[in-house]
């Protein structure tokens, strides 16, 4: 016990009058040596101290002290004791008061406790602290207050992940919250709204804090983010965008239609109950059904003998022409025995001299690539077989590994150089092999063609993909059936680590394993700021058993190497000697790499409430996805409601952030609780996910107001920022999600033959022999090459039996939609290359 507690106090004779107030214990001392006498009622010598108030478990937030209080009666004296240690005396502040009910004596004692008297034992032990309290009868002790440094975490250990559900399905989203003291209370958000189990049962907060969404509704799209929050901080995590989408469903079938004269009837259904939407599968099966009719139903009545007699001698004509024609044919092939065996008819070289689509000027120079076509030619298409006319076993090795199966007997015709196909036909019979099972059956981004030595193109309409197969790229004497698609990003994960960033689509072209006896050339859009400076690209491709590897680093190709790139400003073409999957992945070499983002703003279409929504999607500058927001958008119902941006996101590590403005205050109102929304870093700069957009929900105070004007702004922090400057009537503003924006490509999306190629074969033939040649003066490919600004590509093209072919090659993918012949033919008039036996061609010839 302290020497000040001890019960008796000696005074020495002669002092002063010492009076010692402690409790009701009074002392008098006069004269000689006197032991202290209690003047406190008789009741109070017998009680025990009992507490008023204990001290309670407390949280030191940040550098704030926290204060601890006892209070005990009947008790002379109060002290703490923390952590096994009494404290000071003076540090504490007591205060004295009598309980008027009881008579009593009342001590308060408090204390302050700071973090560093906290951290000095943290890790080895809690802190804590009690009281202990004196009476003359003896003492109590109080509970003891464990005090603990409060904290939150940055970091979740779990965040929920972007998902793609279908309507009515369960939601799961996981959240385990960051670490912190005290545990962290935790709550969803759905577009920045607070999300009440209560108020909407169809949602459930778990006992882990997961998010079940019991039953998805097309209202519950949207950006989910798990919230945790105790005295210290609150965290968001990183958003998850869940899309709600709607798989078709097949009607009842119709009722039987009254029995036809083919003694068929018919009954149909329809992909409406519901229609797919948002992403959602089409209807697998038949709409259409047929069914022969009895014969009391059949309104053909029996046949008649004059009946009988016309089928006769129609059949009798029928078998007279084919045997007229038969004969013109033998009679025709015979004369042009001194032709090519692979080319049936000179019509194939004719077809497609002017470019398609294309009606190009008369310049000087236009005689130079323009052939004067045959008037006694009749036809304007190909109409010979595409197979080879050896069908002896040894001419197909496709029925060898992943490969497709040998086309059926029979020939493929092409009608002015479009391949009539079904798609959905190939892509189920495609699928059905195991190799080809993790393909997309993605019908309107797929494209497939039958193709020979003599070339063609497949192109994925509004999306910038495409396939150029030159003319003897295919070995003579084989015919392939070729298909083009984009993977669905979400279908095939590429493993990125660190910097890396997805800056393509990812396309697969095939059959793998075709022999080729010239790259083909694949076209597509990348996303990056094309500044090799800043970037390591990487070529990776997919390999037989589904992993992924580098086949190429730009900038560092080998003309040896099965693969080459040009890379353009928006657009990558690459020489191919291989069929496969590939992708574009970009690794930031430092913090000036960007990748380019397009932002795209939608509204509702219609609003008859008071509510307004605005979306901005923050997507990768690649067509494709561009293609595929306009899509789901126009099945929202949404519109598009201003131009499209682009925004330069380097990679800086510094979140894109959302902000309106400038709002007329009188007629709107902005729901968003914080002054902006936040996409974070991470997630656009992976580029794994599609569909990325923030939601503004904006409020007029009347149903009357329509015109909305107001600025967006989209920018990341300390770095590039643009804005949306928004002026328009929400009731009369009816523009379609596909205006001008989206360009329609109503180009067939295969061609086979020299309708696929601007420059004429016969023209790209004598232009490969006058420029593969060597010329002292330099008038050959490599001027070709430079007035064409290849010239970074030398090494590649000189290292091909023909340059002068390779570079034609690449000439064609760069312009088949806007090229323009004339200009070629001005560019090999520079060269010098003017002689007319090398460019005009004769109508013999032709």
């Not at 036809?379 to 010979?384: A, K, N, P, V």
Request: aromatic share 8%; hydrophobic share 35%; net charge negative.
């Amino acid at each position: 016990m302290p020497l000040l507690l001890r019960p008796f106090v000696r005074c020495r004779l002669g002092a002063e009058l010492l009076v010692l107030w402690l409790g009701f214990i009074g002392v008098t001392c006069t004269g000689s040596e006197h032991t202290a006498t209690a003047t406190q009622p008789a009741a109070f010598s017998d009680l025990l101290p009992h507490f008023l108030v204990e001290p309670e478990d407390e949280f030191i937030v940040k550098n704030k002290p926290v204060m601890l209080t006892c209070r005990s009666t009947p008790a002379t004296q109060i002290y703490f004791k923390c952590n096994g240690e009494w404290v000071h005396q003076d540090d504490h502040l007591i205060v004295r008061t009598v309980d008027p009910s009881t008579a009593l004596p009342v001590m308060e004692v408090t204390i302050e406790i700071t973090r560093q008297q906290v951290e000095k034992i943290f890790g080895l032990d809690e802190y804590w602290c009690q009281c202990v309290a004196w009476s003359t009868t003896g003492t109590q002790k109080s509970q003891k207050a464990y005090i603990r440094i409060a904290y939150l975490r940055k970091n979740f250990e779990e965040e929920p992940q972007a998902k793609e559900v279908a309507l009515d399905q369960e939601v799961s989203l996981r959240c385990h919250p960051p670490e912190g003291v005290p545990q962290p209370e935790v709550e969803w958000q759905r577009n920045e709204d607070l999300i009440d189990p209560q108020s909407d049962p169809n949602f459930f907060i778990t006992t882990d804090h997961n998010l079940i969404i019991k039953k998805a509704r097309l209202a519950d799209t949207g950006n989910y983010t798990c919230v945790a929050k105790n005295i210290v901080a609150r965290r968001k995590s990183n958003s998850a965008t869940i899309l709600i989408y709607v798989d078709g469903g097949w009607s009842e079938w119709s009722g039987w239609s009254s029995c036809g004269a083919d003694c068929a009837m018919w009954r149909s259904r329809e992909c409406t109950q519901p229609s797919p939407g948002t992403g959602g599968k089409d209807c697998q099966g038949l709409d259409l059904q047929s069914l022969n009719c009895t014969s009391e139903q059949c309104p053909q009545t029996a046949g008649r003998a004059e009946d009988v007699a016309l089928y006769v001698g129609m059949v009798a004509v029928a078998l007279c022409l084919t045997l007229l024609l038969i004969i013109l044919v033998l009679v025709y092939r015979r004369k042009k025995a001194g032709l090519d065996a692979d080319v049936a008819d000179s019509s194939i070289l004719t077809t497609g001299f002017q470019p398609m689509g294309i009606k190009p000027s008369k310049p000087e120079n236009s005689h130079l690539l323009t052939i004067q076509p045959d008037l006694t030619t009749t036809t304007t298409s190909y109409q010979g077989t595409l197979r080879s006319r050896h069908d002896g076993p040894g001419k197909f090795s496709m029925t060898n590994g992943p490969l497709l199966d040998p086309l059926p007997k029979g020939s493929h015709t092409l009608h002015n150089g479009k391949l009539n196909s079904d798609p959905s036909d190939f892509v189920s019979r495609l699928s059905t092999q195991s190799y080809f099972k993790t393909l997309s059956r993605d019908v309107a981004n797929t494209s497939y063609g039958t193709f020979n030595f003599l070339g063609g193109r497949l192109t994925i309409p509004n999306t910038g993909i495409s396939l150029l197969i030159p003319p003897e790229a295919i070995p003579r004497g084989k015919i392939y059936e070729i298909y083009l698609t984009v993977q669905k990003k979400e279908d095939l994960r590429l493993p990125l680590a660190g910097c890396q960033t997805l800056l393509s689509p990812v396309v697969s072209c095939g059959p793998p394993g075709v022999v080729l006896s010239r790259p083909v050339i694949l076209s597509m859009d990348h996303c990056s700021d094309a500044c090799l400076d800043n970037w390591a690209i990487r070529l990776k491709k997919q390999t037989y058993e589904g992993a992924w590897e580098d086949v190429l680093l730009m900038g560092e190709e080998l003309v040896s190497d099965p693969y080459y790139c040009q890379l353009e400003a928006e657009t990558c073409q690459l020489f191919s000697e291989q069929l496969g999957t590939f992708a574009l992945v970009g690794e930031s070499l430092h913090m000036g790499a960007a990748k380019r983002l397009r932002l795209v703003l939608f509204s509702d279409a219609y609003c008859s409430t008071l509510e307004y929504n605005i979306r901005i999607y923050c997507i990768d500058d690649t067509q494709d996805v561009f293609k595929e927001v306009m899509q789901m958008e126009r099945q929202l119902g949404g519109r598009l409601i201003d131009e499209p941006h682009i925004l330069l996101f380097k990679d800086s590590y510094h979140n894109l952030r959302l902000s309106i403005h400038d709002m007329p205050q009188a007629h709107w109102r902005s729901k968003l609780l914080a002054g902006y929304q936040e996409i974070p870093f991470y997630h656009l700069w992976n580029g794994s996910q599609r569909y990325l957009h923030c939601t503004f929900t904006l409020e007029r105070l009347s149903l009357s107001t329509c015109e909305l004007t107001c600025q967006l702004c989209v920018w990341q922090v300390e770095g590039e920022g643009q804005s949306f400057s928004l002026d328009f009537n929400i009731a009369k503003d009816t523009r379609a999600v596909d205006s001008e924006f989206l360009l329609m490509d109503t180009n067939a999306t295969a061609l086979a033959g020299p309708s696929a190629f601007q420059i004429p074969y016969l023209i790209r033939q004598k232009i490969c022999s006058s420029l593969d040649t060597p010329c002292p003066q330099g008038a050959d490919w490599r001027m070709l090459a430079q007035r064409l600004k290849l010239e970074r590509h030398m090494s590649f093209f000189a290292s091909k039996a023909s340059p002068t072919s390779a570079i034609l090659d690449l000439w064609e993918a760069q312009h088949f939609h806007g090229g323009n012949i004339n200009q070629l033919a001005t560019v090999m008039a520079d060269i010098g290359k003017q002689e007319a036996m090398i460019f005009l061609v004769s109508d013999g010839e032709c």
